[in-house]
């Protein structure tokens, strides 16, 4: 349990452009055509009607530099107090240097302020909020900012290039794709800081991050995939396996955090989740005991946006005011691996 981080705010960064998933099956038209599938099935499944995606030449950087200004701006901030930003998305400008190192320069950080990446798929940003509040609770530093910019139209139109190129596409070859066609695009940041740091009146107080590792399937969904025939990213997923097998580590979690926080089931709420699709929701909720109508849906409109997608859907929540002080809420991730990672806050 923490008892001396806040979290400053969170905030989502969305992608003007729109492309909906009747776009993406008319430009999968050749696959469709030579398995006889019919349109409407994308959403049909999944429940996204449309997904965001950024003007080509963006970099994860660069929009996640953006949430962050939006950010600063919303807390007013000043930028010299920030002693960490972890760039926590899947995606990222290259390999090397950190991509973080460039949103500290787009922000004009401080030189005193670390700057490093954390991967851990649709974990990233979690995963980055246990990190800055472990070492606040140290004493370590001050305040953080954490960033996440996910570019998905890259993976997307490779996926539907790839598909639609092979001669002898069977159902069997199209279906380890089927998840790639759910991916969006958005940028996400969060701040925290140590309560003497923070508003009394805007901040909310961060209770405990728990996780749990079910690192034996991690096979169930691997992204980076290349073949001779295509020169871009590819992501292989078994969606039924990765649901249920997911679902079920989420369920061994809950027990130990419910225990460490010391809630009880019909004490939540509100709960956010990372989006990925109406199957997996209605799986999750049912499996927790927790009411659907404690959720707040975004991946009808957002989709898959991978390490943005639950900071991303807990901004745009209290936005929408889902949130209200003094609510108790649970952050609810699930990510390959498998790990997952759940969060209490009092709003």
Known sequence: MYNKVKIDGFKAHIPDSILTSEAVEDML?????????????????TGIKERRYWPLEKR?????????????????VDKSEIDI??????????????TASVVHNLLNLQPHALNFDISNACLG????????????????????????????????????????????????DFKPHFAS????SCAAAVMLSHEDLADKEKSHKLLAINSYSNTKQNDLCQGGHNNSSSN??????????LLVAGVDTATKAWPAFLEETQWKVEDFDRCCTHQVGSAHTRLLFESLGLNTDL????????????????????????????????????????????????CAIEW
């Open 232 to 241: 871009g990213p590819l992501m292989q997923t078994d969606s039924e396996a």
């Open 29 to 45: 038209r050749p696959a469709y055509d030579k398995l006889n599938l019919s349109k409407g099935r994308l959403e049909m499944f």
């Open 181 to 184: 066609l759910t991916i969006g």
């Open 125 to 172: 940003v979690i995963t980055g909020m246990k990190v800055i509040a472990d070492m606040i609770e140290a004493g370590t530093i001050r305040r953080g900012l954490l960033v996440s910019g996910e570019i998905g139209f890259p993976l997307l139109k490779q996926t539907i290039d790839h598909l639609n190129s092979q001669e002898h596409l069977r159902r069997q």
């Open 85 to 98: 930003v972890i760039h926590c998305s899947v995606c990222r400008d290259f390999l090397e240097p950190a």
């Open 295 to 342: 959720d707040f849906q975004t991946f009808d409109k957002l989709g898959n946006c991978g390490s943005a997608s639950l900071p991303a859907t807990t901004a745009l929540a209290a936005e929408a005011g889902h949130l209200q002080k003094g609510h108790k809420i649970a952050l609810l991730g699930i990510g390959s691996g498998i790990n997952c990672s759940l």
């Open 60 to 76: 994860p950087s660069q929009v996640s530099a953006e949430a962050a200004e939006k950010l600063i701006s919303d807390l007013g």
